[in-house]
């Protein structure tokens, strides 16, 4: 199976890169809307669902994701989130490496941070990836 799943995800990957990025965006978007629905989505719930404050919220994020750093930039609206080290599941099992990718991740931040706060009032920049060659990848949340 494993060999399958590298060939059919080097496919995938070929067609990503000869896509437009209208359509590689809305593919990615279902993605990652499929992967925060897979496991980190109820992370996200069940943090929230057992935090008094976003101190402590941010603070169980931390230890729920060790490979993530939080910052709050600007309490209850603006957080800088560095991944230590790539946690896509695809890319660590050597399936996929293309940075296109990544819009998966910021997809499904997204959809884990609108878990929280509501449909359409989160915004996810995604700044810089690992596997656009940086040591980290960061991304910018912005409660709206």
């Known amino acids: 199976m494993d060999n399958f799943l590298k060939y059919w995800f080097n496919g995938f990957q070929k067609s990503l ?4 990025d209208i ?12 992967c925060s629905n897979s496991y980190t989505k109820q992370v996200y719930l ?16 931390k230890k729920a994701f060790p490979e993530i750093i939080i910052d709050v930039i600007e309490k209850e609206h603006l957080y800088h989130i560095k991944y230590k080290f790539c946690a896509c599941d695809l890319v660590n099992k050597n399936y996929i490496n293309t940075p296109y990718i990544c819009e998966c991740s910021r997809n499904s931040l997204l959809y884990n941070w609108e878990t929280i ?23 910018v949340v912005t409660v709206l």
């Open 23 to 34: 359509s590689r965006k809305q593919i990615l978007k279902e993605c990652g809307k499929a």
């Open 46 to 61: 069940n943090v929230k669902n057992n935090s008094s404050n976003e101190e402590e919220f941010i603070e169980k994020l």
């Open 117 to 139: 706060f509501g449909e359409g009032k989160v915004n996810i920049e995604l700044v810089q990836t690992i596997l656009q060659g940086a040591s980290c990848c960061k991304f």
């Open 17 to 20: 890169d000869q896509i437009d």
